[in-house]
């Protein structure tokens, strides 16, 4: 294990006692960023940024600061439980792992035998790093079905890269882009997926010039040479547009055009049906700043785009993805210093061998519930989740009987949020591995404990596309918890699947890092490493796709029957689509802006989280709120033909009249019934999420633009949306409401509320 003792270690650590310091890696959010765990009595007293780390520099986001507060909560899930009585009864009892192991193992194999393997859904959340052992046990369990946040955020990245160059294409900040165009995306707060917003900001003040297109006028925006306020949806018609202004100019680059890119005519003619005057008829933003920001980037060298889920999550998610990357690709930055790189990963077994994806045997994959549908998404392995709440509710077009959901949310964070409660409702059985007894997890029938960063040993950021490799160390252990690798390698024991897992979840970890020479425990002494950065690789081999070209014209698209060029759809629920539905609910709803403090549904319990971010808040323009008689700091009820939700307003001019702003995921684990108000304020109560409400290749739910109303709340119509002011709704929110968090707090006591009926005590 790598330390710092006193010699090396910060003057503090002398101070104030602490008897080590190890490095690790985060895992709070997509983050990944290096961690200096400091302890003491074999007890975390607090984490800091570790300064060699490559690729947070020591930086670290107020999440990561208050991992300590996760680890030691009082309400922390510690020991597996099993539910008494019905569902959302919020009584439980302890029972050992092997009991809750055995009893999920006994209903998989069950629930296999007699409706297939299929029947059985497994599911994970973002951001745990568990996707490689999830998949590695569904395929060899032989189900298709793996329920992710896959189908729209990252996986559409993915997805669209693959089929146009090969591999996701990632920001070179190290050589410093002169020019970056953030498209919605807020990275910064989100530090999203390969990317910190630390290299991002040493880049602007480094000189770099930055295009910011976004409805909000983000932190980000606020820094912009050139800010296109876009209206909510139409992003691959703005960038068409820009397309357009590119070829018109002759601004492209001839030569990377010339000898790399398939679909070049085809294009051009796709690009010149977006005039400035058309274009700037359907986005809202002034043909002069188009223009200007196409001329920009175009001209300043290196360019790169720093995309976010923003654009994936509409109908025309993969085509946003496609017609960026042919801004990318026209104007020659691909693979190139200081544009957007496509870094190779170290020799190791990655995400897709160890996730095992060719052992799911044809028969079965060919039952991947909306394969058929959504295809780009299905030669992914990804499901869009109506399709899973369907298989429960009507057992069409065969019936889903299990569900086992991990580092998952589902009820807070799925469109249709009613929906997904009666399907959670309904199935046979659910298993959920988690931190706290979440919202679905008031539904599960048994609870496991799941490890945090801090009580496990992995291989941090395998999965990524920037090519850097660091080691997580296990320093705490916390009750009862185990990370998902193990209890589902565990679990592969008893189901009959051992001969593909293994003894000890190390030698899986070994196994990963064997094509490098290294075992884990070696990899355990190393800061971290990354293969030799090269560029230009295609001049050599091509790019990995069917025409070995950057393929602006999608071969596999055109094979599996979708348009092969991007295309500009209309938003299904929008004043254009629906002037009719426009009359009584008037503005346009983007849902989803990212907090400091929270990982979606994540960190609400955490003192310093949750103090930050009390309440849930919906930004609504000034002339908005006076036209609909609504005050700063008011709450009021949103609601769409959906349904209806309360948040708190707040008043700015940073967004255009005729939008609303929601945050999402919003549950109140300080109130302790079952359900913790997880129908209160969650924006996806609001959000359709049928079938033409999604991408038509990638099954994309629209949950960033839906019509809206708003008005103030009247206090009288409360009980219309549920007991609103329960559990001390209207005062401010304490740290004693949340439970303290801190290293003194008990890390084996049960969560507040369960049932002390217990096979084993306490």
């Given at each position: 294990m790598t330390e710092f003792r006193y010699a090396n270690a910060p003057r503090e650590m002398e101070a104030y006692g602490y008897d080590r310091v190890v490095k690790s890696h985060c895992r709070m959010c997509h983050g990944g960023c290096g961690m200096l765990v400091y302890l003491k009595d074999g007890r975390v007293e607090k984490v800091g940024g570790d300064p060699d780390c490559p690729i947070s520099h020591g930086t670290?986001?107020?999440?990561?600061?208050?991992?300590?507060?996760?680890?030691?909560?009082?309400?922390?899930?510690?020991?597996?439980?099993?539910?008494?009585?019905?569902?959302?009864?919020?009584?439980?009892?302890r029972i050992s792992w092997d009991e809750a192991l055995?009893?999920?193992a006994e209903r998989m194999l069950a629930y296999r035998e007699e409706h297939g393997a299929e029947s059985v859904v497994l599911g994970y959340g973002t951001g745990r790093e568990n996707e490689a052992v999830i998949y590695r046990f569904a395929n060899y369990f032989g189900s298709p079905n793996v329920l992710t946040a896959g189908h729209f955020c990252y996986g559409p990245r993915i997805a669209t890269t693959v089929i146009t160059c090969g591999s996701n294409v990632i920001v070179d900040y190290d050589n410093n882009p002169r020019c970056i165009m953030v498209w919605g995306n807020n990275v910064t707060i989100s530090n999203p997926d390969c990317y910190k917003g630390e290299p991002f900001s040493q880049a602007l003040n480094a000189g770099a010039k930055l295009i910011v297109v976004d409805p909000r006028l983000t932190r980000v925006a606020a820094r912009a040479d050139i800010w296109l306020q876009l209206r909510p949806g139409t992003d691959t018609a703005l960038a068409l547009g820009m397309a357009n202004v590119i070829i018109e100019e002759e601004l492209y680059d001839h030569d990377f055009v010339a000898n790399q890119v398939h679909g070049w005519e085809e294009f051009k003619a796709r690009a010149a049906e977006y005039p400035l005057e058309k274009t700037t008829e359907i986005t809202w933003v002034p043909q002069e700043k188009i223009r200007a920001a196409a001329r920009l980037f175009a001209t300043t060298k290196p360019a790169a785009v720093q995309w976010g889920v923003a654009i994936e999550q509409q109908v025309t998610c993969a085509d946003n993805n496609r017609a960026l990357l042919a801004l990318m690709g026209i104007t020659g930055n691909i693979d190139v210093p200081g544009g957007q790189m496509l870094f190779k990963q170290p020799p190791i077994r990655n995400v897709s061998q160890f996730g095992a994806h060719k052992a799911l045997p044809p028969e079965q994959a060919a039952k991947r519930l909306g394969g058929d549908v959504f295809r780009l998404a299905g030669n992914f392995g990804i499901i869009n989740p109506k399709f899973v709440w369907d298989a429960v509710l009507t057992e069409q077009p065969y019936p889903v009987k299990m569900l086992f959901f991990i580092s998952s949310n589902p009820l807070m964070t799925r469109a249709n949020a009613r929906e997904v409660y009666s399907a959670l409702e309904k199935v046979d059985f659910m298993a959920v591995a988690d931190f706290f007894v979440t919202p679905t997890a008031e539904l599960a029938d048994i609870v496991l404990p799941a490890a945090t960063w801090l009580e496990m040993d992995y291989i941090g950021d395998f999965w990524k596309r920037h090519g850097w490799l660091l080691p997580r160390r296990k320093v705490i252990q916390v009750g009862e918890c185990r990370s998902?690798?193990?209890m589902l390698n565990?679990?592969?024991h008893r189901v009959g699947m051992g001969e593909h897992f293994w003894d000890d979840f190390e030698q899986g970890l070994d196994w990963i890092l064997e094509p490098s020479g290294i075992t884990f425990q070696e990899f355990l002494q190393m800061?971290?490493?990354?293969?030799?950065?090269?560029?230009?690789?295609?001049?050599?081999?091509?790019?990995?796709?069917?025409?070995?070209?950057?393929?602006?014209?999608?071969?596999?698209?055109?094979?599996?029957?979708?348009?092969?060029?991007?295309?500009?759809?209309?938003?299904?629920?929008?004043?254009?689509?629906?002037?009719?539905?426009?009359r009584d609910y008037p503005y346009v709803l983007i849902t989803g802006a990212r907090q400091p403090g929270f990982f979606h549904s994540e960190n609400r319990q955490l003192p310093w989280a949750r103090e930050l971010h009390?309440?849930?808040?919906?930004?609504?323009?000034?002339?908005?709120?006076?036209?609909?008689g609504i005050r700063d700091g008011d709450w009021v009820v949103i609601e769409s033909p959906r349904g209806r939700i309360r948040q708190k307003a707040k008043l700015t001019?940073?967004?255009?009249?005729?939008?609303?702003?929601?945050q999402h995921a919003w549950w109140f684990p300080e109130k302790r019934d079952p359900g913790h108000g997880w129908d209160e304020s969650n924006v996806n109560i609001l959000i359709d999420n049928g079938y033409d409400h999604c991408d038509p290749a990638m099954g994309a739910t629209s949950i960033r633009t839906l019509l809206?109303?708003?008005?103030?709340?009247?206090?009288?119509?409360?009980?219309?949306a549920g007991d609103w002011t329960a559990a001390g709704w209207d005062r401010p929110v304490t740290s004693s409401d949340l439970g303290r968090g801190d290293a003194s707090a008990r890390a084996g006591a049960p969560p507040a509320g369960v049932h002390s009926d217990s096979k084993e005590g306490e």
């Open positions: 670290v986001c107020s999440k990561g600061l208050a991992s300590v507060q996760l680890a030691y909560h009082p309400d922390r899930l510690t020991h597996p439980l099993r539910r008494l009585g019905p569902k959302a009864s919020g009584r439980w009892e055995d009893t999920i998902d690798h193990e565990d679990l592969a800061d971290h490493f990354r293969r030799a950065v090269t560029y230009q690789k295609y001049l050599v081999k091509g790019f990995s796709t069917p025409t070995r070209k950057f393929e602006l014209y999608s071969t596999k698209l055109e094979e599996w029957g979708y348009d092969p060029l991007p295309q500009y759809r209309e938003p299904p629920e929008s004043p254009v689509s629906r002037p009719e539905l426009a009390p309440d849930p808040i919906v930004e609504i323009h000034p002339a908005t709120a006076e036209k609909e001019e940073g967004i255009l009249p005729q939008v609303i702003a929601a809206c109303k708003v008005s103030p709340e009247d206090l009288r119509d409360r009980s219309a």
